[in-house]
């Protein structure tokens, strides 16, 4: 494990269906990221928490609904996804919004939408 | 928009061989560039180069970062079959931007 851990590793799920990823850090880390991996494409930044506020939206639909509690866990609720949503989702972590010490990763959730 | 463009997209090599992947980047208000390895899931940081022309070194692994042409090379020497992975490169600017990264076969 890296300090990032995500649940659950695997998850299918229908279009109507809604579901939450989680992502928990104990790294003592200030910023919290969503990132979406497709395949063939490059890592896509989803969303960005700094001290548990939201400091950027990449234009994400609004079927992905990201939620930071405290600034060790963060959330991302999904609800009537579409099939090409399917993708390995991983959040990671860094000491400052600017990610200037480097990012941890999670180990990432495999996410089949059927 | 910012952009980083990895080269190449795929190689396979004998282990004992040398590679060298490449990274070339175009960015507003650069700050770093990151490398990463992706082995089944998460990525692990390797380097991060924020000064032109200074190597980085971790064992078999090196790292140059040119500023001034914008791109950056991950070295590995003699390699091993554990070296097989997506190596990524990374930019942060306003944001962290990746690449395509490459994908890294090496036979026994």
């Known amino acids: 494990e890296t300090g990032v851990t995500q649940t659950p590793r695997h998850l299918v799920m229908g279009m109507t269906n809604k579901k939450s990823l989680k992502c928990e850090q104990h790294?003592?880390?200030?910023?919290m990221y969503w990132y979406k991996q497709s395949a063939k494409k490059p890592l896509e930044l989803m969303f960005v928490y700094s001290l548990e506020e939201r400091v950027e939206n990449n234009s994400v639909p609004s079927r992905f609904s990201p939620e930071c509690p405290n600034s060790s866990h963060l959330f991302l609720h999904l609800h009537t996804l579409q099939p090409e949503d399917s993708a390995l989702y991983l959040c990671?972590?860094?000491?400052?919004?600017?990610?200037?010490?480097?990012?941890?990763f999670g180990s990432g959730t495999r996410l089949t939408v059927v | 928009e910012d952009k980083v463009v990895q080269s190449p997209l795929s190689l396979v090599v004998h282990e004992g061989d040398t590679v060298t992947l490449n990274c070339s980047y175009e960015?507003?208000?650069?700050?770093?560039l990151l490398w990463y390895k992706q082995e089944k899931k998460a990525p692990t940081f390797l380097f991060m180069l924020?000064?032109?022309?200074i190597e980085k070194k971790s064992g078999r692994l090196s790292s140059i970062l040119d500023k001034k042409e914008l791109f950056s090379i991950l070295n590995i020497t003699a390699t091993q079959t554990g070296d097989s992975a997506i190596y990524l490169c990374a930019e942060y600017g306003n944001k962290l931007v990746f690449g395509a990264g490459t994908i890294l076969r090496v036979k026994s």
């Open positions: 990671a972590s860094s000491q400052d919004p600017g990610g200037d010490w480097g990012y941890t």
């Open positions: 790294l003592g880390h200030n910023a």
């Open positions: 960015v507003t208000n650069f700050r770093s």
């Open positions: 924020t000064s032109s022309g």
